[in-house]
């Protein structure tokens, strides 16, 4: 495989969680370089299905979107990229039988690292912009389905996850959200 035709994957401390930069291959005119191969998902046992993409864009710094996931069988793989702007990028381990469960993971996810997340089955997602305009791509391996979404309190104690600034816009069903039990 040539030079810059790869991800690199680094998985984090919650199994199944990674954070992938890219390989960038530069010459005068700029860079190549690969954000995603079936091949590579598939040799590191990730979820390489991708069915749908999404787009949020937040105008104000301290935006906070999530703790969001899916039930079975409706669960889904996330790839998450910031295109631009900056993002405090969290990811929660809920499965039950996980040496894990309950722990979460934190990645400042920017447009110029061009880094990524990916949040496996079993996981809730949500992130904290950093900037003004910060706009995040969403790959899924499974369609959204309003009967299966759930959300977890972005400040439940059972979590205790350390948000980097003030939480200043949030929607009415992200602070609606119960503790978990």
């Not at 439940?156 to 609606?176: C, H, L, N, T």
Request: aromatic share 14%; glycine share 8%; hydrophobic share 35%.
């Amino acid at each position: 495989m040539p030079r810059g035709a790869s991800v690199i994957f680094r998985e984090t401390k919650l199994k199944g969680a990674f954070e992938i930069d890219l390989e960038p291959n530069a010459d005068e005119r700029g860079f190549f370089a690969r954000s995603w191969c079936r091949n590579e998902f598939e040799a590191h046992e990730l979820n390489p299905t991708l069915v749908q993409c999404n787009i949020s864009f937040s105008t104000r710094r301290g935006t906070l979107r999530g703790m969001h996931y899916q039930e079975g069988p409706y669960a889904e793989a996330k790839l998450v990229r910031c295109t631009r702007g900056s993002i405090y990028d969290v990811v929660v381990d809920l499965r039950p039988g996980s040496s894990t469960f309950k722990q979460w993971v934190a990645m400042v996810l920017t447009s110029e690292r061009r880094n990524m997340a990916y949040v496996p089955e079993g996981f809730a997602h949500g992130f904290l912009t950093l900037e003004d305009n910060s706009e995040v791509f969403y790959q899924m391996s499974a369609f959204y389905n309003s009967e299966s979404a759930r959300g977890l309190r972005w400040d439940d104690p059972a979590f205790q996850i350390s948000w980097p600034g003030k939480v200043e816009v949030i929607s009415e069903r992200d602070r609606g959200y119960r503790n978990y039990e």
